[in-house]
């Protein structure tokens, strides 16, 4: 008898503490949608604490941090949002491993830091989890050529070649460092690209950025005639890139 009494005062706590968390929850919206965001967070984490299986408050939570996330501003309080924002995230993927919004937030806050290393370890979490989120293979395709073009940069501007100057770079070892260096990462970029465009056949920024890989390769040729080769293909994409664009406007253009 002692027993039953005990399992249902659990339930009766359980259902009270679920009710308590719903109305929390629902005083965080509130406050979400009129941009009172510290308020939000604090019902919302107390959402939380009242019920920590609550997956929507969780979520809430962590979006209320990401939604004041500037890109690219590197103050203290935005660092600290991002923060916030990165661990209300992983509090969803304690729940959630697989929670694709999660993994996305997480990966695009990292890259938008220009954290890389660690964006592209997310991201690719990423894709074994949602095999089909475009967005990540091309994301990581980004990261590639980010990372290939910085080097080579640095590269040209030791050799004292403009980054307009033709290629492929003429100093033998110093080509031949950064392609051990950035060959394979372009093309761990251009499968990822290619994923991406498998997925999309009509995603126009996946073809810029598998214009600007080759672009990156051939500056790695050992001779002219890789070079060449190279920039042809890169060419292709920027004219199918074009054409795409075209065709999708018009798709859109309202009749005439």
């Not at 359980?14 to 979400?32: C, I």
């Not at 938008?112 to 370890?121: G, H, R, S, V």
């Not at 999309?200 to 500056?219: F, G, H, T």
């Not at 002219?224 to 065709?247: H, N, P």
């Amino acid at each position: 008898m002692r027993t039953l009494c005990v399992f249902l005062f659990s339930v009766v706590a359980a259902f009270a503490q679920s009710v308590e968390g719903r109305r929390l929850f629902d005083l965080g919206v509130g406050a979400f949608e009129q941009a009172r965001y510290d308020e939000a967070a604090l019902y919302f984490r107390k959402a939380v604490q009242t019920d920590p299986r609550f997956m929507d408050a969780r979520l809430y939570l962590a979006g209320t941090f990401m939604v004041q996330y500037i890109p690219g501003a590197k103050s203290e309080t935005n660092t600290r949002v991002a923060t916030q924002a990165r661990d209300a995230f992983m509090g969803v993927l304690e729940l959630d491993p697989n929670n694709i919004e999660a993994l996305s937030s997480i990966s695009d806050i990292y890259f938008l830091q220009e954290k890389l290393d660690e964006a592209e370890q997310w991201y690719q979490r990423l894709t074994t989890a949602a095999p089909k989120h475009k967005e990540a293979y091309y994301t990581l395709g980004v990261i590639a050529w980010t990372r290939a073009f910085r080097a080579r940069m640095e590269v040209r501007a030791r050799l004292g070649l403009s980054p307009d100057d033709p290629g492929p770079i003429p100093d033998y070892v110093a080509r031949q460092e950064l392609k051990s260096k950035n060959l394979p990462a372009l093309q761990r970029g251009m499968e990822s690209l290619s994923i991406a465009l498998t997925l999309d056949p009509e995603y126009d920024d996946a073809m810029a950025y598998m214009n600007l890989l080759l672009r990156e390769r051939a500056d790695l040729a050992d001779d002219a005639d890789g070079y060449r080769k190279d920039t042809e293909a890169a060419d292709g994409w920027v004219d199918k890139t074009l054409q795409t664009k075209k065709a999708k406007a018009a798709r859109s253009a309202p009749p005439q």
